[in-house]
C-alpha cells in the first residue's frame, strides 16, 4: 500500500492550503485515517485523525483553524490548514491505522513540506 501525500507549499501567515492524502489500494479495513507533523529539531506529532465512524481529533494547538476529512470511496483523507501560522511549519505526514484480519496494518506517507512565512 502506497500512500500519496500532496498540496504541501510555501504560504504567507494567515493563509491557506489543503492537503490530500491518497491510499493505492485497500485490501484491508481502514480504522483511522490522520495527519502528523515533524518540525526541524522537534518530535513527531499528531495533527489530525478520523475514523472510520467519521470521529475527528485534533491537536489543541489546530483546533478551529484545521479540519480532516476524508472521502471513503476514494481512499483519500485531507486536511484543511487556514489561518496558518509559522509554527505550523513542519513536513506533514499521512498516516493509515487498518486491519486485516486479525493483522493490524500501519503505513506511513512520505510527507509533505509546508512552510509558513511570517
Known amino acids: 500500500v502506497q500512500l500519496q501525500a500532496s498540496g504541501g507549499g510555501l504560504v504567507q501567515t494567515g493563509g491557506s492550503l489543503r492537503l490530500s492524502c491518497a491510499a493505492s489500494e485497500t485490501i484491508f479495513s481502514i480504522n483511522v485515517m490522520g495527519w502528523y507533523r515533524q518540525a526541524p529539531g522537534k518530535r513527531r506529532e499528531l495533527v489530525a485523525s478520523i475514523t472510520s465512524a467519521h470521529s475527528t481529533l485534533y491537536a489543541d494547538s489546530v483546533k478551529g483553524r484545521f479540519t480532516i476529512s476524508k472521502d471513503n470511496a476514494q481512499n483519500t483523507v485531507y486536511l484543511q490548514m487556514n489561518n496558518l501560522k509559522p509554527e505550523d511549519t513542519a513536513v506533514y505526514y499521512c498516516?493509515?491505522?487498518?486491519?486485516?484480519?486479525?493483522?493490524?496494518?500501519?503505513?506511513w506517507g512520505q510527507g509533505t513540506l509546508v512552510t509558513v512565512s511570517s
Open positions: 498516516h493509515v491505522l487498518g486491519h486485516l484480519g486479525t493483522l493490524e496494518l500501519d503505513y
